[in-house]
C-alpha cells in the first residue's frame, strides 16, 4: 500500500457527474427557481448549490478524454507543483464567488435574466477548476501536497463563512431586494438568519471532509506518492538527471562522471 488515496471506480464517477448536473439544472426549475425570487434563503441555497456543491461532483465524476491536450495537461501537472499555481485557481474562484455575492450582482441578475445562466457557468467552472487542486481526477492530480490541500480547503470555506457571516449581521438585509409581508411567509429576520445558517451550513458540509482527511494524512506523515517524480523531472529539465527508458519505466540514469 502506498497511502495514495484511491480513485473513484469507473462506475461511480459517472453516478457523481450526473448528480451535480442534474443539481444545476434543479436550480433553474420550480420550486427552487421561485423560491430565489422570493426569498433571501432561496437566492443564498442557489447561489451556494452553483459555488460550491456541483463542482467537487464534477470535478470528481469528470471523465476526460483521451486527447493529448489532456496528457500533456497531466504531465505538466505533475512538473509544476507549486503552491502559486494551485492559488491563483483559489484566487480567481474567490474573486467571481465574492462578485456573485454581492447586491449589486444580485440587482443586475434580477433585471438580466441571462445573467443567471452566466452566473451558474462562471462559478461551476471556476469551482471546478478550483476543486482539481483539491482531489484527483484521473488523469489529473493536485499539484499540491496534503497539508497545502488542506490549506486551501481551509481558506475558501472561511472565505465562504465570511460571507454567511456579512448576511447574518446585516441590519436591514444583506440583499433588499426582497420585501416581507407581515403573516405571510418567512419575515425578515427569519429569511435572513435562515439565508446565513444555509451559506454556512453547505461549505462545512463540502470542505471539511477534505480539510480533515488531508490534514490526518499529513499529520501521520504519509509519503506523497508523486514527490519522488516531480523532483526527478525537475532535475531532468535541468540537464541534472537525463531520464533512460528502461523496460517501458521512466528512471533517472547514474551519473557517468
Partial sequence: MDGRPRPLTRRLRPGLLGAGLLLCLLTFLPPLSHLATRYELGLVLRYGLWAIAVPPLVALGARWPDWEVTSSLARARVRHPEL?????????????????????????????????????????????????????SPPLVPRS???????LGAAAMWL?????????????GWYRSFSHVAGRGLS?????????????LIPTVVFVPVIFVNAMRWLRSDPEPDAELRRLLKEDRRG????????GATVPRASTG
Avoid at 465562504?160 to 436591514?172: K, T
Avoid at 429576520?189 to 454556512?200: C, G, R, T
Avoid at 541534472?240 to 523496460?247: G, I, L, S, W, Y
Fill in 84 to 136: 502559486v499555481r494551485a492559488a491563483i485557481f483559489l484566487v480567481f474562484d474567490g474573486l467571481l464567488i465574492v462578485w456573485w455575492f454581492t447586491p449589486i450582482a444580485v440587482r443586475a441578475t434580477a433585471r438580466i435574466p441571462w445573467l443567471t445562466a452566466a452566473e451558474a457557468l462562471t462559478l461551476v467552472v471556476a469551482g471546478t477548476g478550483f476543486w482539481l487542486e483539491l482531489v484527483e
Fill in 145 to 151: 501536497g496534503t497539508f497545502r490541500r488542506a490549506v
Fill in 160 to 172: 465562504l463563512w465570511i460571507e454567511a457571516y456579512l448576511v447574518g449581521m446585516s441590519q436591514s
Fill in 188 to 200: 425578515q429576520a427569519a429569511d435572513q438568519q435562515v439565508a446565513a445558517m444555509v451559506l454556512w
Fill in 240 to 247: 541534472h538527471a537525463p531520464f533512460v527508458e528502461q523496460r
